[in-house]
DNA sequence: GCCAACGTTGGC
DNA sequence: GCCAACGTTGGC
């Protein structure tokens, strides 16, 4: 299959692009969203390229790439009581909640923002601008390589 | 801090 | 199965 592309939201003050950076690798638990959890459950696969969008933030925007380096098991947070992310509903058999692991690739030189993204019209119809809290999404490989595009343009414009 | 969007829950 | 109430996300 080809490669695929994604765009997947965290807050930079729970866990950013640095975070990330520092710690390699990471899984991507406590998605409670079902459209969000199907798409990490049953469409990502390993070598898959992320966006790395902050939320939250000001202003929000994609601070760089990571890759999925492991394929949809459970996010065992499900199972912990002591969790915010706990759900009584789920058992070991019947896992409720999905996560994959995501690997640093790189951080962009400037964050490409939500104001600039939106004022491109090759991006009107992403997700991100379209469609509100979808913390796990696709992006086409245009999209994808117009953002990756504008944060080089803006790193060298200095 | 406000609030729109919208997903989830639960009564019926 | 409908839908009102409620809770959360996330931009501003």
């Given amino acids: 299959m080809a490669r695929q592309y994604w765009l997947m939201k965290s807050e930079p003050?729970?866990?950013?692009?640095?975070?990330?950076?520092?710690?390699?690798?990471?899984?991507w638990d406590g998605v409670r969203n079902y459209a969000a959890r199907n798409i990490m459950r049953d469409r990502m696969r390993i070598g898959d390229r992320v966006l790395y969008y902050h939320?939250?933030?000001k202003p929000p925007g994609v601070a760089g790439i990571a890759e999925v380096c492991r394929?949809?098991?459970?996010?065992?947070?499900?199972?912990?009581?002591?969790?915010?992310?706990h759900d009584p509903?789920?058992?070991?058999?019947?896992?409720?909640?999905?996560?994959?692991?995501?690997?640093?690739?790189?951080?962009?030189?400037?964050?490409?923002s939500l104001p600039e993204i939106r004022a491109t019209p090759e991006l009107a119809e992403m997700v991100l601008v379209n469609r509100s809290r979808l913390?796990?999404?696709?992006?086409?490989?245009?999209?994808?390589?117009?953002?990756?595009?504008?944060?080089?343009?803006a790193s060298e414009e200095g």
Avoid: C
């Fill in 13 to 27: 003050y729970v866990y950013s692009i640095d975070d990330l950076q520092r710690d390699g690798t990471t899984y």
């Fill in 55 to 57: 939320s939250n933030a």
């Fill in 71 to 85: 394929e949809s098991y459970p996010d065992h947070t499900q199972f912990d009581p002591s969790s915010k992310y």
């Fill in 89 to 112: 509903k789920a058992t070991d058999e019947n896992p409720r909640w999905f996560m994959v692991d995501v690997r640093f690739v790189e951080k962009f030189e400037r964050e490409v």
């Fill in 135 to 153: 913390s796990v999404q696709p992006v086409t490989q245009a999209e994808y390589d117009r953002i990756v595009g504008m944060a080089a343009a």
